[in-house]
């Protein structure tokens, strides 16, 4: 079977001439897989289907380091389907699942039956993040050497880690052993108990209990410690906090193996939005204080902060109800993270795309380990095709997500996402 797509006049990367540069690229399907046969001006192809491109850019796919498909919880939240198709018109090639479920994913038996099943229903390609300890309660290490031989690429209790400090130095020893990714998400777990809002003015004016800044910074510097002792590769999802940004670069300057994200809600708003988004700007890590906000995107942008992870977090309607104190933390992300960072960390009209292909690709593919292929002949074809010109409305037809709880609904973003062309995708 052969199939060709014909992108024309899109900008691409030229790497022998180290610029961004117009062109039109040959994509061709042979025995299920995508090839790229040209990049070159005025390519002529009849038997091969057009997309004209005008006015985009042409930008290795999209990896994100933090996602929750939803899967094995059922599907009233999402599935690996409905997922993978959100962050496929995200711009996504790969997602990193993160080990959430019941059961969790602590065990091989359990990561390769989801393996399994993301292989037969995912439309974009799928990681697994192993659980850190059995049942991600923080009492019993799980076999990571296993989980390991199985797929799993990283470890992480998430927000549910709560080890003891010499159960987490044995599991980061061991992590380094095996040369392996720790992936955290600083919080100090009593300081969060019946918790909604960050801890300042807005919560007690909407008399909600609040989460001090520093339940971020403390158990950060735990992490940050025990990295440079131990030599586990760590990599802290989800900075949100002036606090916390200077943490991580104050460890990488000290020589510590340490990369670091943030999550789309805490570089786009603040905890004054909880006025206007209510429970939907319920989102963990809590919507901080502007001087937060400026510093996380600053630090994304001057290279403190590796990538963008998406948080992707579904959840039922029943679930994210409109009571903020009742509803649960977490937004959708995945179909909404590269567009929102192009429209809130950038001022006026201009936009770096060469630091937007670092935060979305070249970083996260690199924590890793993913080697990303260029786009030119004879490579996979493997890129994402986004327009910095046209604005587009966030509305409920347009998100592919199961669920709709997503802070972006109703906005207007720019850097749309117009089409994801992946090894075994469709042209």
Known sequence: MRDKLLIKNVSVFLPRENKYDVRDILVEQTDGINTVKAVDVNIEAEDASAFNAYGCTAMPSF????????????????????????ALNGGFGTVLAAPYGKPATDDPSVLLKRKEKAESDARCEVKFCGALTFGMLGKKLCDHAAMMDAGAVAF????????????????????????????????????????????????????LKGVPKSAEAIDLSRYLILAAETGCRLHVAGVSTEQGVEAVYQAKRRGVDVTASA????????????????????????????????????????????????????????????????SEFGVTGLQTAFSSAASYLFPGDTVDKTRLCQLFSEAPSEILGIKKTRIEPGNEADFSIVSFDRDFIVSENFLKSRSGNSIFKGLTLRGSVERTVLPYSRL
């Open 63 to 86: 990896v994100d380091l933090w996602s929750r498909m939803g899967e094995p919880d059922g599907d009233k939240r999402e599935s690996f389907s409905t997922g993978t198709n959100a």
């Open 156 to 207: 992480s209790d998430g927000m549910n880690e709560r080890l003891p400090d010499d159960l987490l130095r044995e599991a980061m020893l061991g992590i380094a052993k095996l040369r392996s990714l720790l992936i955290v998400t600083p919080r100090i777990s009593p300081f969060y108990s019946d918790c909604c809002v960050n801890l300042g003015k807005v919560s007690g004016f909407l008399g």
């Open 263 to 326: 999550f789309p809600a805490n570089y786009s708003f603040s905890q004054d939005d909880l006025f206007f988004y209510g429970s939907m700007a319920k989102v963990w890590p809590p919507l901080r204080e502007t001087g937060d906000l400026k510093a996380v995107r600053d630090a994304l942008l001057d290279g403190t902060l590796d990538c963008v992870s998406s948080c992707h977090t579904p959840l039922t309607d029943a679930q994210k109800g409109s009571d903020i104190a009742a």
